[in-house]
């Protein structure tokens, strides 16, 4: 992908955008205050010197992590200004207002934590999926790595029919009928634990190997990085935190097959 080209703005312009603090209200070090102008000497440079915020506001959620703790100010660059393909430097910033959660989701239309394109969704790597942790394309149930599904932990595709209106009596199980509904499914242990499974984790610069600050050397400016993990690799970290009662009520579940549990999560089971 080519580089996009950087724009400075002149210095009497007034560039409106957004910010994430602490819950104290501080970014890398410094404490800010609502209405008072914060200067630097010099010119800006993105990612090195200035004040860095973001003129969309879910672009600041590329660089920091999704959370409730942390606070969002709308701001006023008024300095000299630089401008990256989704976040901006300058010399001087003033904190205009504090944005309340409910206001920010108005504004950040899609889901948390996405790593794919136009998911409205949380923590998924694939692509518009209306559910949450799917690393297939266009599902609207949880955890598939399958295309189209409706269903959850698919690893095919559209596992939920064509053209259906009703709402079938029961549903499959490891590719066999059950005498489980929908309902009992969502009712389940078993369905409220596959939502500890995580595609995407907030990896903060502290937390961060010689590596992964090599590969992500604007992660320090961030103070960390979303970090995503491959499907099969994230069901293996999310079954070892289980504990044997907890992984018991899985493989309790109608049908259970190792060879197909095995093949959509790459657990191998003794």
């Known amino acids: 992908m080519a580089t996009k080209k950087k724009v400075t703005t002149p ?9 994430v603090t602490d819950s104290d209200f501080k970014c890398r070090g410094t404490q800010y205050e609502l209405g008072k102008d914060f200067v630097l000497p010099g010119s800006p440079t993105l990612c090195h010197h200035g004040y860095h915020f ?19 100010f709308e701001v006023e660059a008024f300095g000299e200004t630089e401008h990256g393909e989704d976040k901006s430097a300058t010399v001087g910033i003033r904190f205009v207002r504090e944005l309340s959660w409910q206001e920010l989701l108005g504004l950040v239309n899609q889901g948390k934590a996405n790593t794919g394109r136009g998911n409205s969704g949380n923590r998924n790597s694939g692509d518009r999926n209306s559910g949450d942790r799917n690393s297939g394309n266009r599902n609207s149930g949880d955890l598939n790595s399958g ?6 932990w698919n690893s095919g595709d559209r596992n939920s029919g064509v053209f259906c209106t009703d ?12 005498e489980w509904s929908y309902a ?8 409220w634990l596959k939502n500890e499974v995580r595609l995407t984790e907030w990896r903060s610069w502290s937390d961060m190997t010689d590596q992964e600050k090599e590969e992500y050397p604007r992660a320090e400016t961030a103070e960390g990085y979303l970090k995503r993990y491959d499907y099969k690799e994230a069901h293996r970290t999310w079954w070892a935190a289980l504990d044997k ?5 899985i493989t309790s579940l109608p049908n259970f097959s190792k060879e197909v549990f095995t093949s959509i999560t790459g657990i191998q089971l003794d």
Do not use: H, L, M
Not at 11 to 19: D, N, P, Q, S, W
Not at 167 to 178: H, L
Not at 184 to 191: I, K, M, N, P, R
């Open 147 to 152: 295309d189209w599904n409706s269903g959850d």
């Open 184 to 191: 009992d499914w969502t009712d389940s242990e078993a369905y």
């Open 11 to 19: 210095a009497i312009e007034v560039v409106t955008g957004f910010k």
């Open 245 to 249: 009662r907890q992984q018991g009520v």
């Open 167 to 178: 709402t079938p009596a029961t549903i499959s199980f490891f590719n066999q009928p059950s």
């Open 54 to 72: 973001c003129r969309i506001a879910n672009d600041c959620f590329n660089y920091y992590d999704f959370d409730t703790k942390n606070r969002v």
